[in-house]
């Protein structure tokens, strides 16, 4: 297994076709968080290799958006099926730099494979459309367009699949890329440079660029060859990139922070609203932007619910996400750590109570307990700010309208949860939540299938679905006059 892991583990850059290190000839440590043992390198690349980089991609791009849709289609089959039957050694190589458990890390892998799978299928459907004329002797056409090289940042949580949501929808459109994964996660970015080359996409199409953050991403917002930015972070790094692309005027597309909700009313049925709790709360030990940040529970079944999630949340198994069994793993850093630290010492302070965890676990390192805290007051930090870690604060309400209200009473916009079993009030709650996505009576929602995407300051277009190659497209306008019709 790790033999099939290393083929994967490239300790460079990809450019047009190669695969190189930084002019500097500088690198960055790459930690497994379950050990914090150094695993290897890679560049510390900055502007000079970002703009061959980008250069790269523009010449790829005039022969790659002449070849048809169906060609690109079967270039996309193959990559979904060297991704499949690499599965294991890409899940493996995901856990050693961000930490998962290797199931869930398998789990993501397919998730990668399923969208380039969606979109090798999409990109056979882009259609344009013949208009009635005003005109008799005139034809209107309206035609899509891919929108040249675009440039692809992602975050450390999905290094995988955040990738995939991008490239399947740019390569099938017929755009170019250059990416740019997370610094501590960079291994399954530059994985998709070793799939793309073997399975036969040409030099330039997808270039995979790691290192200095703010200078790779000035250049990729501010070179007039990128035509659009893709970007899944933090909403603060989110609206710098907005305004630093502002003045070649690109297309972009935001994948921002969360600060889910998850509403359980008295009427639900609390054995399935705890067990979607689990996976919205602790999948990826807490840290995913669709996570529940909040719970807002009923009074009615309020400590029954606490005390269910309490015991559920006590029988995770914490550990190296390698180890079998394993259903939570580290937090990506000591920073991360001292966060959550921080935000329990916070809602203590404020009289919450710590029904479950609470503390640093006894593996040491970056480990922490699944932690529940009742008694959780708006007053208190994660009412406003993302928790990013396995921390469930769970608050009381009394009425649907307060509990709406205190949903809604967020910056952020991307994804909420509610449990009812009142068909009336699942229209009425769907209805009035302000979120890109709402999951009734289910904690996991995701699918390549749907739009994904958030609201507000979480975000700006959607990634998956239809909708998830518009984006990647020019709409053009064609009038055919002078017909003599
Ligand atoms: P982050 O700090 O914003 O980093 C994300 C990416 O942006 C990384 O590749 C990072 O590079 C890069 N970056 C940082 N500063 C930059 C700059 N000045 N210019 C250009 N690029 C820059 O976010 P994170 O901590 O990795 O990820 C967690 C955040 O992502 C959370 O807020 C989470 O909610 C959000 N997220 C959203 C979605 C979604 O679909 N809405 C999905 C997953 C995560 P370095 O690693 O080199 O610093």
Known sequence: MLQKTSHFMRQANFIDGAWVNADSGQTIDVVNPASGQTIGTVPKAGTAETRRAIEAAEAAFHSW?????????????????????????????????QGKSFAEAKGEV????????????????????????????????????????????????????????????????????????????????????????????????????????????????????????????????????????????KKVSMELGGNAPFLVFDDADIDRAVEGAIAAKYRNSGQTCVCTNRFFVQAGVYEAFVEKLSAAAERLKVGPGLEEGTQQGPLIDEKAVEKVEELIADATSKGGKLAAGGSRHALGGTFFQPTVISNATPDMRFMKEEIFGPVAPVFRFETEEEAVKLANDTVFGLACYFYTGDLGRAFRVMEGLKYGLVGVNEGIITTVEAPFGGLKESGLGKEGGHQGIEDYLDTKYVCIGGLGL
């Open 65 to 97: 958006k002449k070849t048809s849709a169906d060609h690109r289609a079967k270039l996309l089959r193959k990559l979904h099926d060297a991704i499949m039957d690499n599965q294991d050694a890409l899940a493996e190589l995901l856990v050693m730099e």
């Open 110 to 249: 397919g998730m990668s494979a399923a969208y380039i799978l969606w979109y090798a299928e999409e990109g056979r459907r882009v259609y344009g459309d013949v208009v009635p004329s005003p005109w008799a002797d005139r034809r209107i056409l309206v035609t899509k367009e891919p929108v040249g090289v675009i440039g692809a940042i992602t975050p450390w949580n999905f290094p995988s699949s955040m990738l995939a949501r991008k490239l399947g929808p740019a390569l099938a459109s017929g755009c170019t890329a250059v990416a740019k994964p997370a610094s501590q996660t960079p291994y399954s970015g530059l994985a998709w440079g070793v799939l793309c080359e073997e399975v036969g996409f040409p030099k330039g199409v997808v270039n995979i660029v790691t290192g200095a953050a703010s200078e790779i991403g000035d250049e990729l917002c501010q070179n007039p060859l990128v035509r659009k930015i893709t970007f899944t972070g933090s909403t603060e790094v989110g609206k710098t990139l907005i305004e630093k692309t502002a003045g070649t005027v």
